[in-house]
């Protein structure tokens, strides 16, 4: 059983910075992709970045590509989400997800992801 861990949330000001970390206890080799949602009341869940495992290729939802970045730790049981320019509409519940896709590819759509974190809660005040 894979169970995903996320930490690094709080309040930020607007332009700031911040990154969110998710660790993973244990790990499959049917489990090759990660990624981070987010989800504010009444919304759906909705994917922002993800990556695959074994490729590296990365996904990122238009909203925030360019200023959120993706990553992986060297052991790939670690994620990660640095996250700048932070907007007041980046507010959310933020949430580690862990799944698997075949192929090189990775993807951003909930349905593909079975396992997931708390999540983290991230404020930005404009």
């Known amino acids: 059983q894979v169970q995903l861990v996320e930490s690094g949330g709080g309040s930020v000001q607007a332009g700031g910075s911040l990154t969110l970390s998710c660790e993973a206890s244990?790990?499959?080799?049917?489990?090759?992709?990660m990624a981070w949602f987010r989800q504010t009341p009444g919304q759906e869940r909705e994917g922002i970045a993800a990556i695959s495992t074994s490729s590296g290729y990365t996904a990122y939802d238009d909203s925030v590509k360019g200023r959120f970045t993706i990553s992986l730790g060297n052991a790939k049981n670690a994620v990660y989400l640095q996250m700048n320019s932070l907007r007041a509409d980046d507010t959310a519940m933020y949430y580690c997800a862990a799944g698997y896709m075949f192929g090189p590819f990775t993807s951003l759509a909930i349905s593909r992801y079975n396992y997931w974190g708390q999540g983290t809660q991230v404020t930005v005040s404009s």
């Open positions: 244990s790990q499959t080799n049917r489990n090759n992709q």
